[in-house]
């Protein structure tokens, strides 16, 4: 898997939009963006991936920078349950790879 | 819907004994893998099998750690002669091969405590 870099931490107000960056500059042309959250004490939770298009759920949104080297995870309007730690994964699409977890972004939702 | 379960969720132990966890997929996900997640780190892969198949193993995964799935559906996961330092969460995730979204769905987790 490409590697990806993220803040260690954020703080974002609740009810405020909270916007995750994440770097994966060596990204191949194959390889998709996922992103996981992990709340305490749980294991991780799958929130989104995308290509190269921007991407919406009802979780979050994604979005990719044109030349793919970093994609931003944006929470419309956190609440103190979006307190995880964010993790920003690329990997290929199909076929079996495994997932690799880096450490993350902490992000802390302040009432 | 029943996601993946994991038992036990914690299991504390001496330094020397053997521990086993196991791991339920979601039922119709033929992908199971095995993580380990240490405090302030994230998960590291450990091993992952396609049915019964196990097909990668991490080099974590020292001669002390071995993994099954016997029939493709449950697995488990023993560790033999403890040490402190395994001491950790260990997750199980599932997925579908054939519908290879990337997703996986991870379980709570055991953690072991070895003292």
């Known amino acids: 898997d490409a590697k990806t870099t993220q803040p260690t931490s954020m703080d974002c107000a609740e009810g405020r939009a909270a916007n995750l960056p994440c770097n994966h500059s060596t990204i191949s042309g194959n390889e998709y963006v996922y992103w996981y959250r992990q709340i305490h004490s749980q294991g991780p939770q799958y929130i989104i991936h995308?290509?190269?298009n921007n991407e919406t759920n009802e979780m979050a949104s994604l979005i990719i920078t044109e030349d793919r080297k970093s994609s931003t995870l944006i929470l419309p309007h956190a609440t103190l349950r979006d307190t995880a730690v964010y993790y920003c994964i690329v990997r290929d699409y199909g076929g079996y790879q495994k997932v690799t977890f880096g450490t993350g972004t902490k992000l802390q939702v302040i009432p | 819907d029943t996601g993946v379960s994991q038992d036990p969720r914690h299991k504390i132990t001496k330094r020397g004994q053997n521990v086993t966890f196991r791991c339920d997929p979601i039922s119709e996900h033929n992908r199971l893998y095995w993580y380990r997640q240490t405090l302030g780190q994230g998960p590291e892969f450990l091993t992952y099998f396609q049915n019964e198949a196990q097909l990668e193993k991490s080099r974590l995964l020292s001669d002390r750690f071995s993994a099954e799935r016997p029939k493709g559906s449950f697995s488990t996961l023993e560790i033999q002669r403890t040490e402190q330092g395994d001491s950790a969460m260990y997750l199980c995730?599932?997925?579908?091969?054939?519908?290879?979204?990337?997703?996986?769905?991870f379980g709570e987790g055991s953690r072991l405590t070895v003292l």
């Open positions: 995730a599932s997925s579908r091969g054939d519908l290879n979204t990337g997703e996986l769905f």
């Open positions: 995308g290509l190269k």
